[in-house]
């Protein structure tokens, strides 16, 4: 197993590239598994961007470690290059690197008590990114997948079982709760979904073709760009492009929530951008997870262009 990477190596790593001191501040949010959560975050420039550390605020130890190239003024940020998480016990939970937000390379997970549980390859597609389970290990250090390749039991917040061929799930895999009851159960073949149900908490059936669905505006997207169209005031510069990306949490019920610039142009294109896409707050269908209705974060690129036109980019 690796040795942890501490607090203290960080700091001696990043000192020589320091611009300015450190920026500490508390935090709180709601993150992508909708949990709410505090921390006590560092912000330290360096020569490639901003390194951020947050910390449990009951024991002082590292929650996280992450890069990102521009300030991170929320408690969201954009991971560029090697990133870190830890468990409370301060034994390392998850390392890997980002390119653009997205996993890209070899990305290591631990269980609590040290012990390696899975390793995996995120390869990049020309329009996806595909991943590849190399090796998975139970907590007492039982090799269950060898070479992309085994029957695997693992764990979320679910146990989960199937089977891996050359890396991608194949055949049937189920996922159940701590209490035992079926959560889903799913087909692959070729590490595409083929069908899959699942069982909401009040026992009702959810069919669906996609693990994941995202958010969309009702009427979709093409209406969403003449809503923005219609509200937006356009700011007054020499350039016919100004790009803003926003970021803003799409909830259960459609509302949005956190809304917040994650790629600035000024403060004026900020904060009009920012603006008319919480006027859109209650016009959205939520994403949803294996059929069922969820809390997700999403981006928009908007092109503010002249003459008025919205042209937009999600994920």
């Not at 500490?24 to 390194?51: C, H, M, P, W």
């Not at 890997?96 to 995120?122: A, M, P, V």
């Not at 250090?141 to 693992?154: A, M």
């Not at 016009?283 to 069922?292: A, C, N, T, V």
Request: with cysteine; proline share 4%.
């Amino acid at each position: 197993m690796k040795k942890p990477f501490t607090f203290i190596s960080l700091i001696l790593f990043t000192s020589a590239f320091a611009q300015d001191a450190p920026v500490k501040k508390s935090i709180s949010f709601v993150n992508d598994a909708g949990q709410k959560v505090d921390y006590d975050r560092v912000i330290t420039r360096t020569e490639s961007g901003f390194l951020v550390e947050d910390f449990y605020k009951n024991n002082g130890q590292l929650a996280e470690s992450g890069f990102t190239k521009n300030m991170p003024e929320y408690n969201y940020y954009f991971k560029e290059g090697k990133f870190k998480s830890y468990y409370e016990n301060g034994n390392l939970k998850d390392e890997g690197s980002f390119y653009q937000n997205i996993y890209k390379g070899i990305r290591n997970q631990y269980f609590e008590n040290g012990q390696l549980y899975k390793k995996s390859n995120y390869v990049r597609q020309p329009n996806s990114m595909t991943f590849y389970v190399n090796e998975v290990w139970d907590e007492a250090g039982h090799q269950l997948i060898k070479d992309g390749r085994g029957n695997s039991k693992e764990f979320t917040d679910l146990t989960e079982t199937g089977n891996y061929v050359n890396g991608i799930k194949d055949s049937v895999w189920t996922g159940t709760y701590p209490n035992g009851r079926l959560c889903y159960e799913e087909t692959y073949k070729d590490g595409q979904l083929v069908k899959g149900r699942s069982t909401d908490k009040e026992g009702k059936t959810h069919t669906y073709d996609k693990v994941f669905e995202p958010p969309v505006f009702k009427g979709g997207m093409e209406k969403f760009a003449r809503f923005l169209d219609g509200q937006i005031k356009y700011p007054s510069v020499n350039k016919t492009d100004i790009f803003v990306s926003v970021r803003f949490r799409i909830e259960k019920d459609g509302s949005i929530h956190e809304v917040f610039v994650a790629d600035s142009y000024s403060p004026s294109a900020d904060a009009e951008a920012v603006r008319v896409v919480s006027l859109s707050n209650g016009k959205w269908l939520s994403g949803k997870s294996r059929g069922l209705p969820q809390s997700t974060w999403y981006t928009l690129k908007i092109s503010l262009k002249t003459p008025p036109k919205a042209r937009l980019y999600g994920s």
